[in-house]
Nanobody, 126 residues
Framework: QVQLVESGGGLVQAGGSLTLSCAAS??????????MGWFRQAPGKEREFVAV????????YYQDSVKGRFTISRNNAKNTVYQQMNSLKYEDTAVYYC?????????????????WGQGTSVTVSS
């Protein structure tokens, strides 16, 4: 059974930090063969791209609003991807989802991802 399980969400004050984790299990291929992305959905809004780490961890891309504040990383030995979030803002409040794909292009698009976690909630108080 393929699973992506996020953890690490919670309530934090503006300016604070959180680290999200996403542990993968049951993947058909080696974890390093997957690009791993983070998306988020704020209340009343559509889900949006946040960050992606390409297969093997070679490249990372970020949404402009989180550049310099968020860092995506992965530990292939632990089948886990992380997102360190610093200098959190009220507008970062959302449910954060991790996703996995074997595709190599257009990784900022939801439609490129086949596997999704259940999400973890992040609330930033102003």
């Amino acid at each position: 059974q393929v699973q992506l399980v996020e953890s690490g969400g919670g309530l934090v004050q503006a300016g604070g930090s959180l680290t999200l984790s996403c542990a993968a299990s049951g993947l058909p291929l080696t974890f390093s063969m997957y690009a791993m992305g983070w998306f988020r959905q704020a209340p009343g809004k559509e889900r949006e791209f946040v960050a992606v780490n390409s297969w093997g961890g070679g490249d990372t891309y970020y949404q402009d609003s989180v550049k310099g504040r968020f860092t995506i990383s992965r530990n292939n030995a632990k089948n886990t991807v992380y997102q360190q979030m610093n200098s959190l803002k009220y507008e970062d409040t959302a449910v954060y989802y991790c996703a996995a794909t074997r595709r190599r292009t257009w990784l900022m698009r939801e439609s490129q991802y086949d596997l999704w976690g259940q999400g973890t909630s992040v609330t930033v108080s102003s």
